[in-house]
């Protein structure tokens, strides 16, 4: 079984930043599809961001695109998500997730290995 890590979540004002980070271990990492996603209280648990296996095609929801970006880096089994202009609406527990396939997907079933999430909570 992977266990796969969050971290990086907390308390912030509208208009801040926070950088979550996820740690995948195993040696398959660099050749996994990644994903964030969130859910919030009442709501089913929605795509975020993905991310293939080179780190050469990301892929956003509407809601987040320009102010969340995606990244990684294979050599440390690591998954960021840079989180800019936070808006109380993103408020959610967030949650890392991998793949056993090279691409990035927003299909929630198609990623195998997920952590137990972070909160993210946005004050107005």
């Known amino acids: 079984q992977v266990h796969v890590v969050e971290a990086g979540g907390g308390l912030v004002q509208a208009g801040g930043s926070l950088r979550l980070s996820c740690v995948v271990p195993g040696r398959t990492f660099s050749s996994s599809g990644l994903g964030w996603f969130r859910q919030a209280p009442g709501i089913e648990r929605e795509f975020v961001a993905t991310i293939n296996w080179r780190g050469d095609s990301m892929d956003y929801a509407d809601s987040v695109k320009g102010r969340f970006t995606i990244s990684r880096d294979n050599a440390k089994n690591t998954v960021y998500l840079q989180m800019n202009t936070l808006k109380p609406e993103d408020t959610a527990v967030y949650y890392c997730?991998?793949?056993?396939?090279?691409?990035?997907?927003?299909?929630?079933?198609?990623?195998?290995?997920w952590g137990q999430g972070t909160q993210v909570t946005v004050s107005s």
């Open positions: 997730a991998a793949r056993v396939r090279p691409s990035g997907s927003r299909l929630s079933s198609y990623y195998v290995y």
